[in-house]
């Protein structure tokens, strides 16, 4: 009677899980497919795919999400990694990882804004500029005050999970490098990153399939200079009111992202089983 009442309350806890997933997660992506089969005069049909596919327009937005992306993962990678590898040596280390989760805590629109004040020709960089004798530049509405702010954004979630795969690193193992001979640098190189390369992938994850569907920095911070999926999307569904060809780009961007995600799982697949092999 016991094992039965634990059987139940166990079904009980996970039919709410599924209740929630079929709510928030399922039924959303099926009605953007649905809605993706429906052109303007809202008859099912597949000219929406074929459009996108035919399209010089939305091939080109689509590298451009993927050059985007891929830049600004490339930043915050670049600063993470060093950033969490110092992080494990210093004291209070939760602390410090306070101090980076709580720009996430800011609103991202405020963010934006801040922003807009300091690359604005009155802002703080140009006043910096102005006084090294270079000049007010133009830096807002540019492809590089886009990518930097986004990869601002984007920093901590990179920076956590590398921290963490880091800090569980066994501190015997890089004795062990040290006492077969290895410096600093082989030590990182060839002991530490690989150890850590999960936290890399999980991090490459976390901004690399946001980035791709990035919509407000784009508009705030890139202003009509800079164009992708995401604001291909917004532009559909609040301004043309094209809502079949907003949601089919929407479906495309759900399959990117589930090829990203199996791409990195299955590498991290082949890299375990690799390290087993070697062991």
């Known amino acids: 009677m016991t094992t039965l009442n634990h059987k139940t309350r166990q079904w009980s806890y996970f039919s709410l899980y ?7 997660v399922i039924a959303p992506v099926a009605l953007i497919i649905y809605q993706s ?22 091939l080109k937005m689509t590298l451009n999400s993927f050059v985007y992306a891929f830049l600004i993962t490339l930043i915050t990678l670049v600063i993470s990694y060093p950033t969490a590898y110092f992080l494990t040596k210093l004291k209070h280390r939760q602390l410090w990882i306070l101090l980076i989760i709580l720009p996430t805590w800011i609103n991202l629109l405020l963010k934006a804004y801040a922003f807009i004040g300091i690359f604005s020709q009155t802002g703080a960089v140009n006043h910096f500029l102005t006084f090294m004798g270079i ?7 540019t492809n590089t005050s886009f990518v930097l702010v986004a990869a601002y954004i984007q920093i901590p979630f ?62 705030l911070i890139g202003g009509n200079r800079v164009i992708t999926l995401g ?35 299955g590498t991290r697949k082949a890299g375990t089983r690799k390290n087993h092999g070697k062991a």
């Open 37 to 58: 089969f429906f052109g303007l005069d809202h008859q099912l049909t597949l000219a929406n795919y074929k459009n996108y596919l035919s399209s010089a327009v939305y």
């Open 18 to 24: 599924f209740i929630w997933i079929a709510l928030f």
């Open 158 to 219: 990179m920076i956590l999970p590398i921290y963490n795969s880091l800090v569980d690193i066994d501190p015997a193992v890089i004795q062990a490098s040290h006492d077969l001979g290895a410096n600093n640098f082989q030590t990182l190189w060839r002991v530490i990153f690989p150890i850590s390369i999960n936290g890399v992938r999980s991090g490459v994850q976390a901004v690399f399939i946001p980035s791709l569907s990035l919509f407000m920095i784009t508009r």
């Open 231 to 265: 604001t291909a999307i917004e532009e559909h569904f609040l301004t043309t009111m094209n809502w079949g060809m907003g949601s089919t780009i929407g479906v495309i961007l759900i399959l990117i992202m589930f090829l990203t995600m199996t791409l990195t799982s």
């Open 135 to 141: 000049g007010p530049q133009q830096i807002l509405f």
